[in-house]
């Protein structure tokens, strides 16, 4: 197992908030609310976690090759 990158910063697509997140190791992170705006994310189609879709980083499983978010 390589080096995993664990913060991610999230930005917000309403907003542009940037936010910089931990990500869980072992799950996707589905939703995630904007302190700054109050919205609701959930990932893009094909995507299930909200780092993948918003993050500068992909979720720990993907970066592991797990496919957690790729089918
Ligand atoms: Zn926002």
């Known amino acids: ?12 697509p309403h907003c542009g908030f940037a936010n910089r997140e931990t990500m869980p190791t072992d799950a996707c992170q589905f939703y995630f609310e904007c302190p700054n ?5 959930r990932p893009k189609p094909g ?3 909200v780092f993948c879709s918003f993050g500068s ?10 496919g957690c978010c790729a089918s």
């Open 1 to 12: 197992m390589g080096d995993v990158a664990l913060e991610s910063v999230l930005t917000c």
């Open 37 to 41: 705006c109050k919205a609701l994310l």
């Open 57 to 66: 980083v992909k979720c720990p499983p993907r970066q592991q090759l797990h």
């Open 47 to 49: 995507d299930s976690c």
